[in-house]
């Protein structure tokens, strides 16, 4: 009896230190999956993304009212090989955005609320020993609009075997924000601090204003068969500090007033992926993805996304593609006016409702092999390009179209 | 043993609930995190793939992450939706107000 429990035991122990090692990393897949020499060229990507919704449960009205926006967001990539085994890489861009929403923050028709930008930079660092088969890297990021500001930084480690048959990837990625309004002012004499709907001002509702996100976790991807890979990976997040979002409206159940939302200073997430690729034909692959997801915060969710790529030549592939996403709402949600006034948190965020959500579309993939257009005779130029426009559904009646492009520009 | 081992999970009677905080009454989470420990001994105890063997593999859409393109899609996703994650974006930070 005691040597079973002994290996009883010794079973949890295995499957706490197992556990822990699951937590303890990130998946950086896209830096790694390249064949080193395909990164050591220098190279330029400009991507253009397109966005628009419209839907009727905005947040800012409490749960009711427009929540049309537009969205554009042009960016550059490019990445610099330091040598023939590292890389650095800069990311930047500006997005700029109309949104009928938060112009609602003050009911001022076209008010200055109405149009923002977010400006966003990332520089990464990555550095491969072929021979060991490992790579690391660190990367540092920030971004600001009118109402945030973001720093973040993070690293990866990951380790191959077998001749990269196997690669197991791990990672640690940290943002701190500050959620006042006032970065982008003009105005020299300008104050930052947190803002809220037009007639709730006044009342100190939040005493901190910061915002930090831990993520920890790991990925380990699988070459199956000449045809088959699959990549499983888990992430372990943390956020603390204000996690509500300060200008959104609640009403309370018998009370014309609202109320700011109130969520919880903590929420832990865990989501857990898989993806498998498999190449079923010469000219056809399907590419598949499945992720669970549960929070403290009461949500769970389940998606499925399957794309296949019809790939008329090695250059040339158009993919078609489906997404299905389900959400259990979250504990504190309730919508227009049915949140109790008892209740310790309250929120009438759609985001966070029970909800289906369908996304499709098209893309095509285009890069031939001496380029699409040459720039000048050591090579460069406009080596290729991907679009894809796509459709995103929500069962609560939001609907949106978007668009995204790359341009890669190299040698 | 085999029963203990399944009570182990089904039952939530983990020892170390309390650590766990608030996915201690998850036995979900126990089971998918058991299951992936499968995977993962599945995964290690395949046969390779030799380097000569791996023209499909090597195909640019065939690499296991998003494709380029397909990245903005995470981030609006990120912000419309209640769930991140697991997808080699980002999980958190940012506003995502909008």
């Given amino acids: ?411 | 043993m085999i029963a203990k081992i399944r009570s182990f999970f089904t039952s939530c009677s983990l020892p170390m609930r309390k650590h766990l905080g608030p996915f201690a009454n998850q036995c979900t989470i126990a089971r998918l995190l058991m299951l992936g420990l499968i995977l993962l001994f599945i995964f290690t105890s395949c046969a390779t793939v030799p380097a000569y063997d791996r023209a499909y593999l090597n195909d640019e859409e065939m690499k296991l992450s998003q494709l380029n393109c397909a990245h903005f899609e995470s981030y609006f996703q990120i912000i419309r939706e209640g769930a991140s994650g697991a997808d080699g974006g980002k999980t958190g930070g940012g506003c995502g107000c909008n």
């Fill in chain 1, 1 to 411: 009896m005691e040597a079973k429990q002994a290996v009883v035991v010794a079973a949890t122990k295995t499957f706490y230190l197992l556990l822990f090692t699951f937590f303890a990393s990130d998946y950086v897949a896209a830096q790694n999956e390249l064949p080193p020499k395909e990164k050591r060229t220098a190279a330029i990507e400009i991507l253009y993304d397109y966005y628009q919704q419209t839907g009727n449960h905005s947040a800012v009205t409490g749960g009711q009212g427009t929540e049309e926006l537009k969205y554009n967001a042009p960016a550059v990539v490019i990445y610099l090989p330091t040598d023939s085994l590292g890389q650095i890489t800069v990311k930047a861009g500006v997005d700029a955005y109309s949104s009928a929403s938060q112009d609602n923050i003050d009911f001022n028709i076209s008010s200055a609320s109405a149009q923002d930008a977010r400006t966003h930079v990332a520089i990464a660092y990555s550095r491969e020993k072929p021979k060991k088969q490992q790579s690391w890297g660190a990367n540092t990021s920030g971004s600001v609009e009118s109402d945030y500001l973001s720093f973040g930084l993070g690293g990866f480690y990951s380790k191959g075997w077998h001749n990269y048959n196997t690669v197991l990837t791990t990672s640690a990625q940290a943002f701190f924000d500050d959620c006042r309004w006032g970065w982008l002012s003009a105005d020299p004499d300008r104050q930052l601090q947190l803002i809220f709907p037009e007639e709730l001002r006044g009342t100190v509702w939040f005493d901190h204003y910061k915002r930090y996100t831990t993520t920890l976790s790991v990925g380990l991807t699988q070459l199956l068969t000449p045809r088959l890979n699959v990549d499983f990976f888990v992430d372990g997040v943390w956020q603390n500090g204000l996690l509500s979002t300060t200008f959104h409206r609640v009403y309370l159940q018998g009370q014309s007033r609202p109320v700011v939302e109130n969520l919880p200073e903590n929420r832990y997430k865990l989501p857990l992926g898989i993806r498998v690729n498999w190449f079923a034909a010469r000219h056809f692959l399907v590419r598949s993805y499945y992720r669970f997801y549960t929070d403290n915060w009461g949500v769970q969710a389940h998606t499925v996304e399957v794309e296949s790529s019809l790939k008329f030549s090695p250059f040339f592939s158009i993919i078609p593609f489906y997404r299905l996403y389900w959400q259990d709402g979250s504990t504190w949600f309730n919508a227009f006016g049915q949140a109790s006034s008892s209740a310790e948190f309250y929120t009438s965020d759609f985001d966070l409702s029970r909800f289906t959500a369908h996304k499709f579309g098209i893309g095509i993939n285009y890069a031939p092999l001496r380029g699409v257009w040459r720039f000048n005779a050591k090579g460069y130029g406009w080596q290729g390009v991907q679009l894809r426009i796509g459709s995103y559904l929500r069962s609560d009646g939001l609907e949106a179209f978007y668009l995204s492009s790359v341009f890669y520009v190299g040698k």
